[in-house]
């Protein structure tokens, strides 16, 4: 079973900066990718970034290209997200999750496994 464990949410003001973590351990099949998913109060939770693991390859969605960046280090087995000019529109629990798939997955049924997500609260 793999483990996911985020890090690194918090309040900040419009046009401020947040850095968020996700930490994994455990065992399970080959993950291939690791993801940032959002999901704002009454609303579907939405593809925000991927990246995989062996080549650092990345995807943005459109609410992330530009101000977001995703990266990686293998040997601590962690996946960052830098989150910068955060919008109050950005104000979601963001989680962290991973796939066996090898292309570039952006849809939640491709990831087979998540953290429990951080709360990224983003005031006006």
């Known amino acids: 079973q793999l483990q996911l464990v985020e890090t690194g949410g918090g309040l900040v003001q419009a046009g401020g900066s947040l850095r968020l973590s996700c930490s994994c351990s455990?065992?399970?099949?080959?993950?291939?990718?690791m993801g940032w998913f959002r999901q704002a109060p009454g609303k579907e939770r939405e593809f925000v970034a991927a990246?995989?693991?062996?080549?650092?390859?990345?995807y943005y969605g459109d609410s992330a290209r530009g101000r977001f960046t995703i990266s990686r280090d293998n040997a601590k087995n962690t996946v960052f997200l830098q989150m910068n000019s955060l919008k109050p529109e950005d104000t979601a629990i963001y989680y962290c999750a991973a796939s066996h798939i090898l292309g570039m997955p952006t849809r939640e049924s491709n990831y087979d496994y998540w953290g429990q997500g951080t709360q990224v609260t983003v005031s006006s």
């Open positions: 990246i995989k693991w062996s080549s650092s390859v990345t």
């Open positions: 455990g065992r399970g099949f080959s993950t291939h990718t």
